[in-house]
């Protein structure tokens, strides 16, 4: 009888263990599966901030490249505008360096 019910207790043992292990496994399954969702949402975020990162850079970019090509115009048309004021004022000077050597 006392063999009986040790093999009974046993069976009830094994049972419950093997269930618990079943409950384990289920258990370290999900939560491999959470942190494997986890690392991914991460790697996506990661991604995503350095995507945006980018293009902000990009656009600095561009806009810093349109503000240059813009002052180099500006510069360009100052200096053929001055460039056209220094030709006048040279012909100035030679006419009046002519005239005066005409004078003399």
Known sequence: MK???LATVA???AAS???CSE???DSIENAGSAIGNDLSRAVD???EKIDNGLD???RAIDNSA???GAATENAAR???REAGEAKQDVGSAMERAGNDIKNE
């Open 3 to 5: 063999r009986a019910f």
């Open 11 to 13: 069976i009830a043992a």
């Open 17 to 19: 263990l093997s269930a």
């Open 23 to 25: 409950k384990a496994s």
């Open 45 to 47: 975020e990661a991604g």
């Open 56 to 58: 902000q850079a990009g």
């Open 66 to 68: 349109d503000s240059m």
């Open 78 to 80: 100052e200096a053929k």
